[in-house]
């Protein structure tokens, strides 16, 4: 076993950096979904911000028209 490599070592390490690289591209495909959710999630949270305020403009508009109904 002197100075030479066996044949089972450099099958090793090969199939050990193939393994990495699957693992790499793996991450990077989730990271790449998780940007893309989170960049369509941007238009809702300003969609319910919207509805928020409308909503607080509605339940006012309610709380008037119940006060003049009480006179």
Do not use: C
């Not at 076993?1 to 393994?19: E, K, W, Y």
């Not at 369509?40 to 119940?66: H, K, W, Y």
Request: aromatic share 2%; glycine share 8%.
């Amino acid at each position: 076993m002197g100075g030479h490599i066996s044949l089972a070592l450099i099958l090793t390490i090969v199939l050990q950096s193939a393994a990495a690289l699957l693992w790499a591209g793996a991450a990077a495909e989730r990271i790449n979904q998780l940007e893309r959710r989170t960049a369509d999630q941007d238009g809702v949270s300003e969609r319910l911000a919207r509805l928020e305020e409308q909503v607080g403009q509605a339940r006012a508009s309610l709380n008037r028209i119940e006060k003049r109904l009480e006179r």
